[in-house]
């Protein structure tokens, strides 16, 4: 057992676990983390999908009332059948799309100049954001929500694609634009995480088997406990958080961040391989 590989596994598994809900980019932070520590090669990439499950099940933990309920009130609730629903047509856009494009993307975005400039960006965003007046939020809660909206959140989750976006900061910001409350945004962001995520983590799993043997079991088993008790402690954290907090922080961490990787990356002080 290489306990080295152990040890790298489960920085990238907090470091999932921390990133993966709030609107910093999981995936940038990964590729970033995963260039310093040298755990890069293809399967460490299968791995950082993958052990995006573990931080979805804290997730489901967390939202374990809300779910449970509404899957046992499906069958004669329409207010049950209306939030599926929406969550199903909010995933289907990433889907399609990321079948479509998801190959290319990772071949030639995937670098951190792309991932550096994308934090800055979204910076800018969020900021732009938190400015708009009150009057402009029309849905205060994810009940609240139509297949509109829900249609349109998911179109914005595709952004994330890019990385260095954020799932999170594209859903959350997005919904923010598109009229909805922060808590709203958040809630349904989280939601939408679920499908999302399980469906990346199965679909990558499936597609790269050839690369996996037994062998690496303790590596991803590591990655998902250290993604689910970090994740656990970020989500919770997070929805106290914005009960009383905006998103402006995340804002200059990413404009900062971004400027770090782009200064160390030219003046040579860092070198970042993707």
């Known amino acids: 057992m290489d306990l080295m590989l152990l040890l790298k596994?489960?920085?990238?598994?907090?470091?999932?676990?921390?990133?993966?809900?709030?609107?910093?980019?999981?995936?940038?932070h990964l590729i970033l983390a995963g260039a310093l520590l040298g755990f890069d090669d293809d399967k460490a990439k299968v791995f950082d999908i993958a052990i995006q499950t573990g931080a979805i099940l804290a997730v489901i933990i967390v939202y374990w009332q809300k779910i449970s309920s509404t899957v046992r009130a499906l069958p004669r609730s329409a207010d049950a059948q209306r939030f599926a629903l929406n969550v199903f047509i909010a995933f289907v856009p990433a889907v399609?799309?990321?079948?479509?494009?998801?190959?290319?993307?990772?071949?030639?975005?995937?670098?951190?100049?792309?991932?550096?400039?994308?934090?800055?960006v979204g910076g800018l965003i969020i900021l732009w954001a938190e400015r708009r007046p009150a009057s402009a939020v029309r849905i205060h809660e994810v009940e609240d929500m139509r297949g509109r909206d829900a249609l349109k959140v998911g179109l914005v989750q595709c952004l994330a694609m890019i990385p260095g976006t954020s799932r999170s900061g594209a859903t959350i910001i997005g919904g923010m634009l598109l009229g909805m409350s922060r808590k709203a945004a958040t809630d349904f962001s989280f939601y939408l995480a679920i499908p999302t995520l399980i469906g990346a983590g199965a679909y990558s799993l499936y597609k790269e088997r050839a690369l996996l043997s037994m062998a690496d079991a303790p590596m991803f088993g590591v990655g998902l406990l250290f993604s689910f008790l970090s994740a656990w402690v970020c989500v919770r954290w997070?929805?106290?958080f914005i009960s009383t907090n905006s998103f402006?922080?995340?804002a200059w961490y990413r404009i900062v961040f971004g400027l770090v990787v782009l200064g160390s990356s030219y003046s040579g002080w860092v070198t970042w391989a993707a």
């Open 9 to 28: 596994a489960a920085v990238m598994g907090v470091v999932e676990g921390l990133t993966e809900f709030l609107p910093i980019s999981s995936t940038g």
């Open 96 to 120: 399609l799309l990321g079948l479509l494009f998801g190959k290319a993307i990772k071949a030639n975005l995937f670098t951190p100049e792309v991932v550096a400039t994308t934090f800055i």
């Open 238 to 240: 997070l929805l106290k």
């Open 248 to 250: 402006e922080i995340f």
